[in-house]
């Protein structure tokens, strides 16, 4: 999952890096920590 969460944060950020980069971020952050 880790690595599917990552990509999807990547496409996301670069569609709405305002919306999903900051709750992405957080989520990616959280589970590779």
Not at 22 to 29: G, N, P, R
């Amino acid at each position: 999952i880790t690595s599917m969460v990552a990509s999807g944060y990547d496409y996301r950020r670069d569609d709405d890096a305002g919306l999903w980069s900051s709750a992405d971020l957080t989520y990616v952050i959280t589970y590779e920590m």
